[in-house]
């Protein structure tokens, strides 16, 4: 038996006491498009709230303007005086270099998920290590994990090389829906985009719409992003980011078990 194992190859649930060294947990690949991922919707997150800071007005449909009753509207004040808030005062305009940086940052977070999820497919990955196991596709397994959690338990011997059924669910509900999402909704906001391909927005029901949806998805991955944080918590924090951050996970002497 080799004395490390990658979680692509699943270890042993149990670690013979001379391989109790540190298991590597997340391939360089992972890791990599993993960072540049947070750092692009750092920027994106950002800057998408400059730019909704300029018109924070919400509608339906194909078009959207101060004449028009919105579908609903973010109690702040607008960083144009052109738009009715409810305020009598304007925010600093930060319109130009949020647009710009936006646009950079979401070609980046495209291109980091083209080459995760082409690697993903093509190595078995998601398949392997993120598709939720035969086995716990019932809600007995989602239940027994939730107690886990709440109860602060200590993670089973084998999720210090794979994940469990809750983290394999938010992973591919953000990957294989909610990313694709709020591209899809994003490139639709795109003019360039969205005049070569129309049908981009009109399966939408039109730009405004498009923007409407944006918004939400995008609320929707932060909502991921703090469960995935609080599951962090749970599960040992600091081994958790070693291990994203090196590919390393360090295995106790009693087993596998994380430390805290
Ligand atoms: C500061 C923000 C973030 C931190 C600190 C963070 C941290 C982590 C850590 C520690 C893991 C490994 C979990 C484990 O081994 O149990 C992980 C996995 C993952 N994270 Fe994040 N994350 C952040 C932002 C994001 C963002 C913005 C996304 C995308 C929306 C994301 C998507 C994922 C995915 C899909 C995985 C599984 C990767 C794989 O194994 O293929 N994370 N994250």
Redesign the pocket.
């Known amino acids: 038996m080799r004395a490390e194992a990658c979680y692509a190859r699943r270890m042993p649930a149990v670690v013979p006491e001379v391989h109790k060294k540190q298991a590597l947990?997340?391939t360089l690949l992972?890791r990599v498009t993993?960072w540049l991922?947070?750092a692009a919707?750092?920027a994106l997150l950002v800057t998408g709230l400059e730019i909704v800071v300029s018109h924070p007005r919400f509608y339906w449909g194909e078009t959207g303007n101060v004449n028009m009753k919105p579908l609903f509207t973010i109690p702040i004040p607008a960083s144009r005086d052109t738009v009715p808030t409810g305020y009598g005062y304007t925010m600093p305009d930060e319109n130009g270099w949020s647009r710009y940086l936006h646009f950079q940052a979401a070609w980046v977070l495209v291109l980091t998920a083209l080459v995760?999820g082409i690697w993903?497919v093509a190595s078995g990955?998601f398949r392997r290590?993120?598709v939720p196991e035969r086995r716990d596709w019932n809600w007995r397994a989602y239940r027994g994990r939730m107690a886990q959690y709440l109860r602060r338990a200590k993670p089973d011997a084998g999720?210090a090389s794979s994940?469990n059924v809750l983290?394999r669910t938010a992973?591919v509900a953000?990957?294989f829906v909610?990313?694709p999402l709020v591209i899809w909704t994003g490139l639709a906001l795109s003019p360039g985009f969205n005049s070569a391909f129309p049908w981009f927005v009109d399966v939408l029901g039109g730009r405004q719409s498009a923007r409407t949806l944006h918004f939400f998805v995008t609320w929707r991955?932060v909502l991921?992003?703090v469960w995935?944080?609080a599951?962090?918590v749970v599960?040992g924090f600091r081994s958790?980011?070693r291990?994203?951050l090196t590919g390393r996970?360090a295995e106790s002497r009693a087993g596998n078990q994380e430390e805290r």
């Open positions: 947990r997340h992972v993993h991922t947070v919707f750092a995760y993903g990955h290590n993120l999720e994940y983290q992973y953000v990957i909610l990313f991955v991921f992003l995935q944080g599951m962090g599960s958790r980011m291990a994203m996970a």
